[in-house]
């Protein structure tokens, strides 16, 4: 296995050799790489990182052959590569081959270990990875950023591993190492004076705590913190701190399954590092709070040196009552050492001898699954001496508002710590007899920590049961398979607690937002859809739906699933099918106002807009409303193709409101689905299913599929001469005309044009005869006949402007391009698709992505490299078999004339495989550049 280092110098080592990996720039680029293994790093990003504010003059270019050197030296190694990927580079290779990612593996292993002496282990095991200053030899104000990042980390792992030695008996490797020095270093002065004390020292112990104490109050003007005052207060007596009085330990045991969770453990370092801190998790139920603040408690539990109080709320408990604070207090009392007939009769009396007795003890306390605010306020202690850790299903905004505390909010386990649990749960040789069937278990549980150990349970329950018949029945029914039978190990009975903390208007808010058929939606549109702001705010204190990003409000799957089936099962069909009803005409009308921006000289092709029963769209411009486009537009889709049957006219007009943006955006698999949904809604014979199936065949001419896209043109051309709809013809024609260019049929496809041309004019709409000449200038331009391209071209690009009309001039501007370099004039050329650029990396993919091509189609060596592989990038994220084709085809020629006949036989043959699915002549081409000796001349397909 390839050892890859960056925690001392940067090295790649082989089978003990290190391998010369060139000089510093390209050690950056290596580093670079190395600490983001597996992810897809942007060329941009990378040349920042590795040159900062002092770039060559051609950075990409450099970057390249330092990138090109790299994989020479990587290709000796096994299962390591350096690959392009959607606009950057992306190190291909197992992270734990990293030695910065086994480091951080090692740890999160280490910290999730109940058996201290195997911890331990595992924590000299990373820390032995360290060869010295992390990325020595390396000097960057990126390299500066990231080598603090890592000391930080490093420090912080060696005074964990010093908690675990002090804990297993191991001092005296705690003395070993350096005396601590500043007042940064008072966790580890706390390990020393304790180590010193447990090695039969206390008067050198008591000697460095007051040292330490000196110099907090010389250089700060503080005084130790709790774990200092404890240690000394122990050494003094000689024992356990203040033996005349009760400690509680009344901590429950630390979850022996815990793994993950380490930013919000860190988080809780933060939070409650100063005395009478006051921390919040809140998160909804089954998330893992409890586990996650028991946790954190138990592994800090020597910095309360007075004890630990806990007490389980039962705020949210599916089998009993909340548990009144005025109870937890008198346990409380006890548990401080107060008699029974000295706890004052009423409850101020007994909430006042709490806080006299907490005032001044160092203490922990830990109040779970509390209700709301009012809840805890009683059992908060007196003075500031004390810490308080609370967990609820509420946010407490009362509390983090009057009282000062610090708010966790808790999320779903990532995807990394999700495996992580199931793999402790089950093992990991369990995992891997089924992987696949692992994956859909994870999937379906979404990381909802209470969802993977009911899963876990009962495999336990059953060891000689598949995964597989698992995966199927959460596949089938997630919450019945969730569903233990016992009220504390249920979803459903976990939900029901949060939902019957509801009022009224909220509970309905709850099931009606439950029926949404999309992931996640905006606020407009749920106040649409539920008429009023305020239950948005209430599920969402109530961790019932999350806000994220602001504006957007999202459910777990699990509780979406639970919310609709109150649904189904309380609210009647007619009140499902308003509410489906008002958020389809909240995006019909947001979308068509958003349209009139991005399209605005086409409402002839969009049905005319309704209005929204929540907020009216207001778009500060067309940028505005292209980010709503963006944002929402795969809400949209989904929100189409799962609507009643009742709402098919719905259907059918909003897919007509957004033919034109996913079309520009180059949404082409997502347009297919959504017009097609729309043609299977729309009535026979009528206008509204021309145009569904004329959207149909657009799309299908992007994808490649030719023959599918003829039989929809022949249909609607029929429809149009017979009803003599101007536009529809003119939109056809349009169609058939790129078929027959595509396909070397040069006259058809003039024809087309020319008969496109007429009938866009006697529509009258400008911008559709400006559309029809600039399509007859691109054929004029593949047929060779530049003087008649450049007419239709120019009088395209003067309605263009007249217009004003950026989503017209883009394309000229792109098609006079390649007019221009066949003529020989590359000034103006490389001037026309640069700016042809600029306007398509605003947003038009489908241009950028031609535009790409053809620039490319004139240049030579790495610059046309460079643009073919961008384009071959965008052609396949969208599906356009065409633009790959030609992609690939470009990428062959370049390295076939630059002597590179492996990477050009990869290329030609992808591209032959792509044309030959398009029936193109352009495979003719290919073929005789894949065997120069054919006899078969090629015709120079459809391109110059």
Not at 346 to 368: C, N
Not at 523 to 543: E, H, Y
Not at 557 to 580: I, M, Q, S
Not at 667 to 691: C, I, K, Q, W
């Amino acid at each position: 296995m390839a050892d890859l280092r960056v925690l001392g110098a940067v090295e790649v080592v082989a089978g003990g050799t290190r391998l010369d990996v060139g000089h510093a720039r390209q050690r950056d680029v290596l580093a670079v790489l190395l600490l983001d293994v597996g992810q897809v790093v942007p060329v941009d990003r990378l040349v920042d990182r590795v040159w900062g504010e002092r770039p060559p003059r051609q950075p990409r270019n450099a970057l390249y052959g330092y990138v090109s050197r790299l994989r020479g030296v990587l290709a000796a190694l096994d299962g390591v590569t350096i690959e392009r990927d959607r606009g950057g580079y992306v190190l291909a290779a197992d992270p734990l081959a990293v030695d910065v990612h086994r480091f951080e593996s090692l740890l999160r292993r280490a910290r999730a270990t109940a058996d201290d002496h195997a911890a331990l282990a595992l924590y000299d095991e990373a820390l032995a990875l360290w060869r010295g200053t992390p990325l020595s030899e390396l000097d960057s104000p990126w390299v500066d950023s990231v080598r603090g990042e890592l000391e930080r980390k490093h420090e912080t792992a060696v005074l964990d591993r010093d908690d675990l030695r002090l804990r297993t008996g191991a001092h005296a490797a705690v003395l070993a190492r350096s005396v601590p020095d500043g007042v940064t270093g008072e966790r580890a002065a706390a390990q020393r004076i304790e180590a010193l004390f447990l090695d039969g020292r206390p008067a050198d112990a008591l000697r460095e705590y007051e040292r330490v104490r000196s110099r907090l109050a010389d250089e700060l003007g503080a005084d130790p913190g709790p774990r200092l005052r404890g240690l000394h207060e122990r050494i003094l007596a000689g024992g356990g701190p203040d033996t005349g009085r009760p400690v509680p330990r009344q901590l429950p045991a630390a979850p022996s399954a815990f793994t993950g969770r380490t930013a919000e453990l860190a988080a809780l370092d933060r939070m409650l590092a100063a005395e009478g801190a006051v921390a919040v998790i809140s998160g909804a139920g089954g998330l893992g709070k409890t586990w996650l603040a028991v946790r954190w408690a138990t592994g800090h539990a020597d910095r309360f040196p007075d004890g630990q109080l806990h007490v389980d709320l039962r705020g949210f408990d599916p089998a009993h009552e909340p548990v009144p604070a005025e109870r937890a207090v008198r346990g409380f009392l006890s548990a401080l050492g107060v008699a029974p007939a000295s706890i004052p009769p009423e409850p101020d009396g007994q909430a006042a001898l709490y806080r006299t007795l907490t005032a001044q003890r160092g203490l922990l306390v830990v109040l779970d699954n509390a209700r709301d605010t009012g809840h805890v306020v009683p059992l908060l202690p007196g003075g500031s001496a004390c810490s308080v850790l609370i967990t609820s299903r509420h946010e407490l905004g009362g509390l983090l508002t009057t009282h000062g505390a610090s708010a966790l909010p808790l999320r779903t386990l990532d995807d990394h710590q999700a495996r992580e649990l199931l793999t402790h749960k089950l093992g990991a040789a369990r995992l891997a007899e089924e992987p696949e069937a692992g994956r859909e278990i994870l999937r379906q549980c979404g990381g909802m920590a209470l969802a993977l150990a009911i899963v876990a349970a009962r495999v336990a329950a059953q060891p000689g049961s598949r995964l597989a018949a698992l995966a199927a029945e959460l596949r089938e029914s997630r919450l019945d398979a969730l569903d233990t039978g016992e009220l504390t190990a249920s979803l459903r009975a976990v939900f029901d607690a949060s939902y019957h903390s509801l009022d009224p208007g909220s509970a309905a808010a709850f099931r009606l937002l439950g029926i949404v058929p999309t992931g996640d939606v905006g606020r407009a549109a749920a106040i649409a859809v539920l008429g009023d702001a305020r239950p948005l705010r209430v599920l969402r204190a109530a961790n019932l739906l999350e806000e994220n990003p602001p504006g957007r409000f999202r459910m777990h799957d699990l509780v979406k699933l639970y919310a609709a089936e109150l649904a189904a099962r309380v609210d009647d069909p007619g009140t499902r099918l308003a509410a489906w009803t008002r958020l389809f005409d909240h995006y019909l009308c947001w979308a068509s106002a958003a349209m009139d921006l991005f399209s605005p000289h086409e409402p002839y092709m969009r049905p005319p807009a309704g209005r929204s029963a929540g907020p009216q769209p207001r778009f500060a411009g067309t940028q505005a409303g292209r980010a709503w486009l963006d944002a929402e537009w795969t809400t949209m889709l989904t929100l189409a193709t799962s609507a009643p049957e009742a709402l098919a006219g719905h259907v059918v007009r909003l897919a007509a409101t957004l033919w034109r943006y996913l079309d520009i955006a180059a949404h082409y698999h997502e347009a297919l689905t959504l017009h097609t949904t729309a043609l299977a809604a729309a009535r026979s014979g009528t206008p509204e299913e021309a145009f569904a199936r004329q959207a149909v065949e657009v799309a299908l001419i992007r994808l490649g599929r030719y023959d599918e896209a003829a039989g929809h043109l022949e249909q609607v051309l029929a429809f149009a001469l017979d009803q003599g709809n101007d536009l529809l013809e003119s939109l056809v024609r349009f169609g058939f005309a790129t078929i027959d260019d595509m396909r070397g049929r040069r006259p058809a496809a003039r024809e087309q044009c020319e008969l496109a041309l007429a009938a866009a004019r006697r529509t009258g709409h400008a911008l559709l005869e400006g559309i029809a000449l600039c399509n007859l200038g691109e054929h004029y331009h593949w047929c060779g006949d530049h003087r008649a391209a450049i007419d239709h071209l120019e009088r395209s690009g003067a309605i263009a402007r007249e217009l004003g009309s950026a989503g017209l001039g883009g394309p000229v501007l792109a098609a006079l391009g390649s007019v221009y370099a066949g003529l020989g004039r590359h000034d103006e050329a490389d001037d026309h698709f640069r700016r042809a650029l600029d306007f398509a990396r605003t947003g038009n993919t489908n241009l950028e992505v031609s535009a790409l091509n053809d620039f490319a189609d004139t240049k030579t060596g790495a610059e046309a490299i460079e643009r073919y592989e961008e384009a071959l990038e965008l052609a396949r994220r969208t599906g356009h078999l065409r633009e790959l084709a030609r992609a690939h085809h470009g990428l062959g020629r370049v390295y076939l004339a630059d002597g590179n006949d492996t990477e050009a036989q990869v290329h030609l043959e992808a591209a032959l495989a792509a044309y030959t699915a398009l029936r193109t002549p352009d495979a003719d081409d290919v073929r005789a550049l894949l065997d120069p000796s054919s006899e078969n001349p090629g015709n120079g397909g459809a391109t110059t």
